[in-house]
């Protein structure tokens, strides 16, 4: 762009009336204070264009009406010629609404001709040139901020890479440190170095996150999701944290939202894991409650609101408008003794922001506060939402002592045409149970909670049994922290079942028995069939957890609390599949798996999948677990869409059926036991690259596969023997492993 703020402006003046030029000439020529401008002056539009092509220019002053153009086409065509060039348009006395408009199209500004004259004409055009310069000079300031955060955010990206990989070592070494036999003291200090390094990795995301978006590079993904799924597997990990505290953790959904949607699921879990880890974070006790409802019209229906309400230590109002800035934390002692970054809330407001919404806050101290945010969403047409049923005329009791607890489970309760009675306390629920029954109309469910004031849900039942066997399925409300062998107490006691708080809409609809378990709801497809499925872990909640992940789905679950109950499980029952925790007592789970696989090997029975449950995504142990035999890892804290997931991809992609033609039958185990011989000695072959022998056993393997029926075997000798000629070693490494792996998973259909 020239630099005129000096030097004279170059205009160009197009106009084909000789006494309009004259005026404008003179006008402009006129003003005392700036230099006068150095003026062009045409008078049709060719010749206009003509110069605009051959000289620079920094501005036009163009008439409308010329012989050979008149109007909007008149500014078009110079417009086009130089598009960033700045324009006023001269239009007659009862043309002013077409100079608005061009201004609108691109124009500078207009002048009604006899209007302006003299030095304000003057005035006029300059003004306008400034205007187009600070517009010019904003969009490259604009741009070139944006670029300073990209640089920024690369910068911090590559940065916290750099953090994250050690930090990762530390944090997993603190934690195997905290495996072998510490002092109490020493255990204390290893705890605080793990708990500095949990901080800093999630100071580190954080920054990241949030230069990422202010950068404008957050791209936000729009694929399908279930809402009710969602909240569900986000809240089931902060449920175990807010019943360590005693609090109360629920949610509903409004009936009438869409629950089948489309966005970015993995920001709106971060946003939700956010205000909710907070409430339980600030809430000492009382409960949390997270409500959904519609925030738009009828015919915005993706537009939703979520409020987070808690009965914590509240803000003060001096403080409410400070609590979305960075690093704002508003008692810091609170905050040191409940932890946390300053940056959560600044991550959520840019990210609602980014899906259409806005964040607020109302608080009281010492009351509680409410975190609202709304963000709009797409709508999956292809979802189906299963309709409320229309009473049956069945009822059903609940017994639990916070009052929104039971308003939330009769709603769900009643969606599915039961008709339900709340009350507070055990004993009443004995009383009004034992009054149903005799009076010939017992209730078809009991709700009890396991912990309820004076008497729990438990006790409740034995009285209840006392009285004799009732007609009425009972069901036990555990909190995720629940007493270990409460499960086995349920079966023992012949209950219906349990349901781990926050209650769900899918875990309730399978006890209340109605529909079958929706594929889509659980990611269960049809077409798995029931599977025995070891579970391995030493805690007891973790187990309760995977348990209720998987109640109502075909499978059994068999448990083991370490390693070595594990493999005297395992080689009794034979199970599909195992889900083995690495890190336990007595025997851990790299040496009970390496066992199995022993086992295994030494029986020729084919391989069974297992799943590893670790604390800690680090590639390290990943590592670990695949070099003991696992096939593929979840990470804790588990949800329970992964693992139905995990458990899907494990035994669907474990396994590669081969038909073999009847005739050569018993040939085949003999031919893929030679070809596992033919790995160990590709093996010894790469150590010494031995061209040779990959060559040869390539060559055979070409020639030899697809007779038996193994293609792949035939695919994978000819990359062999290919590589082989051409001294590729890593070609060779990658073909053997993959030839390791197929051997290992393939089986010959019955
Ligand atoms: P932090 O990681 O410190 O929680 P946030 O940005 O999420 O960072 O929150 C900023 C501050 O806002 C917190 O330190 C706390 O002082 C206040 N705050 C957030 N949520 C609540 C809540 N539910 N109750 C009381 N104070 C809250």
């Not at 700036?34 to 008078?43: I, K, N, R, T, Y």
């Not at 034995?462 to 009972?474: I, K, Q, S, Y």
């Not at 139905?644 to 590669?656: D, F, P, T, Y």
């Not at 055979?700 to 000629?725: C, H, R, W």
Request: aromatic residues 4%.
């Amino acid at each position: 762009m020239p630099d005129t703020s000096d030097g004279p402006l170059r205009i160009l003046l197009v106009e084909d009336s000789p006494e309009d030029a004259e005026i404008v000439q003179r006008g402009l020529r006129r003003s005392r204070r700036v230099p006068p401008p150095d003026l062009a002056h045409v008078s049709c539009l060719e010749e206009a264009l003509d110069r605009l092509g051959a000289d620079a220019f920094d501005f036009v002053l163009l008439d409308l009406s010329l012989p050979d153009s008149s109007g909007t086409e008149t500014f078009a065509a110079v417009h086009e010629q130089v598009p960033g060039i700045p324009i006023v348009v001269m239009t007659g006395l009862d043309d002013e609404e077409l100079g608005a408009q061009l201004v609108r199209e691109g124009a500078q500004d207009y002048i009604v001709k006899g209007e302006v004259r003299g030095a304000s004409l003057h005035r006029v055009v300059r003004h306008a040139f400034e205007r187009h310069r600070n517009r010019i000079a904003l969009e490259q300031a604009r741009e070139d901020a944006l670029e300073a955060a990209r640089a920024k955010s690369d910068f911090l990206s590559a940065m916290s890479h750099e953090i994250r990989t050690p930090l990762n070592s530390v944090l997993g070494m603190a934690d195997l440190l905290l495996e072998t036999g510490l002092t109490a003291e020493q255990g204390r200090y290893v705890g605080a170095l793990s708990n500095a390094g949990e901080t800093l990795l999630e100071l580190i995301n954080g920054i990241l996150d949030l230069s990422k978006a202010q950068a404008g590079m957050l791209k936000l993904d729009a694929s399908p999701f279930e809402l009710e799924t969602l909240l569900e597997s986000t809240l089931e990990v902060l449920a175990y944290t807010a019943h360590k505290k005693d609090l109360t953790l629920a949610y509903e959904i409004h009936p009438d939202v869409t629950r089948g949607l489309v966005g970015d699921r993995a920001r709106l879990r971060q946003i939700v894991i956010n205000l909710v880890g907070n409430a339980i974070k600030f809430t000492d006790q009382g409960e949390i409650v997270l409500s959904v409802t519609p925030a738009g019209d009828s015919d915005d229906e993706g537009r939703l609101r979520f409020s987070v309400r808690d009965t914590g230590i509240g803000i003060p109002p001096d403080k409410l408008s400070d609590v979305f800035e960075r690093f704002c934390q508003v008692d810091s002692q609170a905050t040191r003794t409940r932890g946390g970054t300053g940056l959560g809330l600044a991550i959520s407001k840019e990210l609602v922001e980014r899906m259409d919404g806005q964040m607020s806050v109302e608080s009281e101290p010492g009351v509680g506060s409410t975190f609202s945010f709304t963000a709009r969403f797409g709508i999956d047409q292809t979802a189906t939402s299963s309709p409320a049923t229309s009473p049956d005329g069945r009822r059903a009791l609940v017994a639990d002592d916070s009052p929104t607890e039971r308003r939330i489970l009769r709603a769900l309760i009643e969606r599915h045409g039961l008709q339900v009675h709340e009350v507070e306390r055990s004993s009443e629920a004995v009383a009004e149970l034992l009054r149903a029954r005799k009076s010939g109309q017992p209730y078809a469910y009991a709700f009890l909670d396991c912990r309820m004031p004076e008497v729990g849900g438990f006790r409740a039942v034995r009285e209840l049994h006392d009285d004799g066997f009732g007609p009425e399925r009972v069901v036990i409300l555990l909190n995720t922290n629940h007493r270990p062998g409460d499960v086995s107490e349920c079966e023992r006691l012949g209950l219906h079942g349990w349901l781990l708080k926050p209650t769900t809409e899918s875990h309730l609809s399978v006890l209340l028995d109605e529909r079958t378990i929706d594929t889509a709801h659980t990611g269960q497809p049809d077409e798995l069939p029931p599977l025995r499925i070891l579970l391995v872990d030493d805690s007891p909640d973790n187990r309760a957890l995977v348990c209720a992940y998987l109640e109502g789905t075909p499978h059994q679950v068999e448990t083991a609390a370490d390693g070595a109950e594990a493999v005297a499980r395992f080689k009794e029952n034979l199970h599909d599949l195992v889900l083995m925790d690495m890190q336990m007592p007595v025997m851990d789970g790299c040496a009970a798996t390496r066992t199995i696989r022993a086992w295994e090997a030494q029986e020729g029975r084919e391989r069974t999948p297992i799943l590893a449950l670790t604390a800690y995504a680090f590639a390290e142990e990943r590592a670990k677990s695949a070099d003991a035999g696992c096939d593929a890892h979840l990470t804790k804290p588990i949800r329970k869409a992964e693992l139905l997931e995990a458990i899907v991809s494990a035994v669907g992609s474990s396994r590669v059926i081969v038909e073999v033609d009847e005739e050569i039958r018993d040939l085949v185990p003999g031919y893929l036991e030679n070809r596992r011989t033919d790995v160990e000695k590709l093996r010894q072959a790469v150590e010494t690259e031995d061209h040779g022998t990959v060559r040869t056993l390539g060559h055979n393997m070409k020639g030899t596969g697809g007779g038996y029926g193994f293609d792949p075997i035939s695919q994978i000798g000819a990359v062999l023997e290919q590589a082989a000629k051409q001294g590729e070693w890593d070609g060779i490494r990658m073909a053997l492993d993959e030839l390791s792996e197929y051997l290992e998973r393939v089986q010959v259909a019955e």
